[in-house]
T-cell receptor
Framework: AQTVTQSQPEMSVQEAETVTLSCTYDTSESDYYLFWYKQPPSRQMILVIRQEAYKQQNATENRFSVNFQKAAKSFSLKISDSQLGDAAMYFCAYRRSFYNQGGKLIFGQGTELSVKP | EAQVTQNPRYLITVTGKKLTVTCSQNMNHEYMSWYRQDPGLGLRQIYYSMNVEVTDKGDVPEGYKVSRKEKRNFPLILESPSPNQTSLYFC?????????????FGPGTRLTVT
């Protein structure tokens, strides 16, 4: 069974600085997707960034980028120029490429990020 | 506006009193699912549906029921709620066309069972 692990329950960053959130996963599949979701105090789940396993290039979305290490099964999220609005719970998630159990997302435990002014 | 709606957003109930949390999407998505979120555990899938009248268990289905009589609606039913079902619940939907990346989440329902 696939698993996703976020080993940092809490992280803190100074405004305008850079922070990296860690995520590791375990799978025997070769084709899958990885995601980072942001959950602000409103509790809404917001997709931040996604990575397709077959793509070697790391995904980027404005100030958000990932470091995808397929062999190491690692998928970290880097937030550059951190802003107060980045404070939230961040979840790493995995999904198989072909729908199985409806394309179930498997989530990590979450990392609570605080941003200090 | 493309969205997934859930009702109610907050619910406090007592043990054993049947309740239903509704979920509706306006994107004609085939796939819908329910997740529960608990501290330290992330989100876990309860039930999912691939299309009308097609439903199956996820990872934590005990104590829950679902139905999919219409494509847009996927209600979650707790026949006899217990305190261990106190949680934050999310409904989600996505298309199964193409690579169907993005899963759209509802706003969440905070359920407390006393």
């Amino acid at each position: 069974a696939q698993t996703v692990t976020q080993s940092q329950p809490e992280m803190s960053v100074q405004e305008a600085e850079t922070v990296t959130l860690s995520c590791t996963y375990d799978t025997s599949e070769s084709d899958y997707y990885l995601f980072w979701y942001k959950q602000p105090p409103s509790r809404q789940m917001i997709l931040v960034i996604r990575q397709e396993a077959y793509k070697q290039q790391n995904a980027t979305e404005n100030r958000f980028s990932v470091n995808f290490q397929k062999a190491a099964k690692s998928f970290s999220l880097k937030i550059s120029d951190s802003q107060l609005g980045d404070a939230a719970m961040y979840f790493c998630a995995y999904r198989r490429s072909f729908y199985n159990q409806g394309g179930k997302l498997i989530f990590g435990q979450g990392t609570e990020l605080s941003v200090k002014p | 506006e493309a969205q997934v709606t859930q009702n109610p957003r907050y619910l406090i109930t007592v043990t054993g009193k049947k309740l239903t949390v509704t979920c509706s999407q306006n994107m004609n998505h085939e796939y819908m699912s329910w997740y529960r979120q608990d501290p330290g555990l992330g989100l876990r899938q309860i039930y999912y549906s691939m299309n009308v009248e097609v439903t199956d268990k996820g990872d934590v289905p005990e104590g829950y029921k679902v139905s999919r009589k219409e494509k847009r609606n996927f209600p979650l039913i707790l026949e006899s709620p217990s305190p261990n079902q106190t949680s934050l619940y999310f409904c989600a939907s996505r298309t199964i066309a193409g690579r169907g990346y993005e899963q759209y989440f509802g706003p969440g329902t905070r359920l407390t069972v006393t």
